[in-house]
């Protein structure tokens, strides 16, 4: 576990390394999906190119959001302060939202039909998520509740987590239940031909991420009331999903009755 990794003498941040591994194998197993639904690649690029600026973008604008009152903002146009604040902190959800919203733009603008390709490539998002997971669990961020019981982790001195106690592994946790659920929505589509890949992402990451925040011990997270800020927009993306899809139930059904 450390915050970066020496490779042949390089001094690698762990998390970025993870989160690039991710996405390149992402794409290498995009091949298949994409000459099965005769896809066009060089689209899917554009696609992918506009949705991992608009993660960025938002993944960094709801932390910013969210950590308001713990930031300097007299120093925040300080050439070092600024660096530290744009290479560090990151919330996935803002990630998730921005990243969908450009990718609907990317389709409009570039005049792509977008729905096949997040139909059929939705699992490349937990997939990527689940790298970057290990990569938290490597930098000690997003870390877990103290912890003495079975798996427990002890974080060495420098990482982002306490080093002086045992703590629950979230980020590992996380990690592979997010690639397991690439896998089955990988087999869902590939095999299946299962419509609500989308769905079923939305809801089952929400459920796992709202459970999940409850053994999160790290503080700048954000919350409202009694529940942090993830949680109340894990609540959004599993009802909102749910509705979608008795809505759209009940159009089939209705579109059937002669």
Known sequence: MSIYL???????????????LGVILANVFALYPLKKY????????????????????????LYLIISY???????????K????????????????????????FAGKFNNINSKPYITHLIYLIPWIHGFGRIGCFLA???YGTPYDGPFAVQFPEGSLAP???TLFPVQLVEAICL?????????????????????IYFI????????????????????LLALSTSQWISLGFVAGTICYLIRAAHKQKKDMVP
């Open 6 to 20: 020496n490779i042949l003498g390089f001094h690698i941040p762990s998390y970025g390394l993870m989160i690039t």
């Open 38 to 61: 005769k896809l066009i690649f060089d689209d899917f690029l554009i696609l992918e190119a506009y949705t991992l600026l608009g993660a960025f973008i938002g993944a960094k604008l």
């Open 81 to 104: 302060y600024f660096n530290y604040i744009m290479s560090s902190g990151f919330v996935f959800y803002g990630g998730l939202i921005g990243g969908l919203l450009c990718f609907l």
């Open 179 to 199: 690639l397991i659920l690439a896998i089955v929505l990988a087999v869902l589509d590939l095999k299946k031909s299962y419509p609500h890949t989308i769905a």
């Open 204 to 223: 089952v990451y929400g459920i796992l991420r709202f459970l999940l925040e409850y053994v999160r011990y790290d503080a700048v997270r954000g919350h």
């Open 163 to 165: 080093s002086d106690t």
């Open 140 to 142: 000690g961020c997003c």
């Open 69 to 79: 009152r713990e930031i300097d903002w007299s120093r925040f146009l300080e050439p």
